[in-house]
Nanobody
């Protein structure tokens, strides 16, 4: 059974930092890329970062580039999203998700093309 468990969300002040974790089980980083998405109320999920540990490729959306850093610990089957210089507009529910490398290469960081999803963790940035 494939499971992705996102954690690390919480309340932080404007300019603060949080680190999200995505613990993955039931699939291999050799075959799957892991992405982070966020969702605002009433909006579609926005892809913000993705890591392909097999190829070493990393992607960031423009809205988080320079502030967020994605990394992985293959021994722990965990992907992290370090979020610095947080802004109130970063307030959202954050999800991690998995897709096969060839799907990512063709479709990009687009939510419908990700096969497996974690449950989401809420990040709230106060102004």
């Amino acid at each position: 059974e494939v499971q992705l468990q996102a954690s690390g969300g919480g309340l932080v002040q404007n300019g603060g930092s949080l680190r999200l974790s995505c613990k993955v089980s039931g699939l291999s980083f050799d075959d799957y890329a892991i992405g982070w998405f966020r969702q605002y109320p009433g909006k579609e999920r926005e892809g913000i970062s993705c890591i392909s540990t097999s190829t070493g490729r990393i992607y960031y959306g423009d809205s988080v580039k320079g502030r967020f850093t994605i990394s992985s610990d293959n021994e722990k089957n965990t992907v992290y999203l370090q979020m610095n210089s947080l802004k109130p507009e970063d307030t959202a529910v954050y999800y991690c998700a998995a897709t096969k490398y060839h799907t990512l290469a063709h479709a990009g960081l687009v939510a419908p093309y990700f096969d497996y999803w974690g449950q989401g963790t809420l990040v709230t940035v106060s102004s």
